[in-house]
């Protein structure tokens, strides 16, 4: 049977575990070759193992997500390779500290600013050029029902989260005339390390993994897939639109 991204090319950021993993090997398996991005040299080599059981293909980039500078390179190493790219996932966060808003201490803010904003800004300011170069482009970023339930004490999260979904949203908006398709995702809780964190009284077997979470991210990288500037959930029952 033809796989849905055969000769696809995609870039995957957080991607050597949680999430991050399970969406590369579910791109992996509709025929995409990874580019995998993560600090963490010894999860990428076991990704790329697993990529590579499952017939796949991967390039390893280990790289912290906030070396601006390696993700400009990243930008010109692929056009070198591939001259364009089809997918950008945009999965790496990080949760910050759980505390009241004038408690947070100012580095712990703009760490969280750092991942989960101004690298996505830096991905797109590199990657856009490469994104146009394909005949459908596209872009989706992991975001979070808390960009707008703004609990107490996520405050640093929060407003990472909303920051990101206003600059996939105006991203989408510039690209109305473009074969690029930009979206977020929201995973909802799933079983990860970073729920963990957050949750850690919750028993994580209730909640979905992350291999049935990513499968659902699928249908955003489609070529056939023409929504944009949406937030697409998480269900049980299926993917579905957010409307606020």
Do not use: G, R
């Given at each position: 049977m033809a796989k849905q991204l055969e000769n696809r090319v995609a870039v995957v950021t957080g991607a050597s575990r949680g999430l991050g993993r399970a969406i590369s090997l579910a791109l992996a398996k509709e025929g995409a070759h990874i580019i995998a991005l993560a600090r963490t040299q010894g999860g990428l080599e076991e990704l790329d193992d697993e990529i590579k059981a499952l017939g796949g293909s991967a390039t390893l980039v280990p790289s912290d997500i906030t070396d601006y500078a390696a993700i400009d390179r990243l930008g010109a190493a692929i056009f070198e390779r591939w001259k364009k790219l089809d997918i950008l996932i945009g999965n790496a966060g990080i949760l910050g500290k759980l505390t009241p808003l004038p408690h947070l201490d100012p580095k712990v803010f703009d760490d969280v600013m750092a991942v989960n904003v101004t690298a996505n800004f830096r991905l797109l300011r590199s990657l856009d050029p490469l994104l146009r170069a394909s005949d459908v482009g596209r872009a989706v970023f992991v975001t979070s029902g808390l960009a707008y339930k703004c609990w107490a004490y996520w405050g640093a999260y929060s407003i990472s989260k909303a920051a990101l979904e206003a600059m996939v949203k105006t991203y989408a908006a510039e690209n109305g005339q473009t074969a690029i398709r930009a979206n977020c995702f929201s995973p909802g809780a799933t079983r990860t390390r970073m729920r963990a964190q957050a949750m850690p009284g919750e028993?994580?077997?209730?909640?979905?993994?992350?291999?049935?979470?990513?499968?659902?991210?699928?249908?955003?990288c489609l070529p056939d897939f023409t929504d944009a500037g949406a937030v697409y959930k998480y269900a049980p029952t299926g993917l579905f639109k957010q409307v606020l």
């Open positions: 028993d994580p077997e209730t909640l979905p993994s992350a291999e049935e979470v990513a499968a659902q991210i699928i249908p955003l």
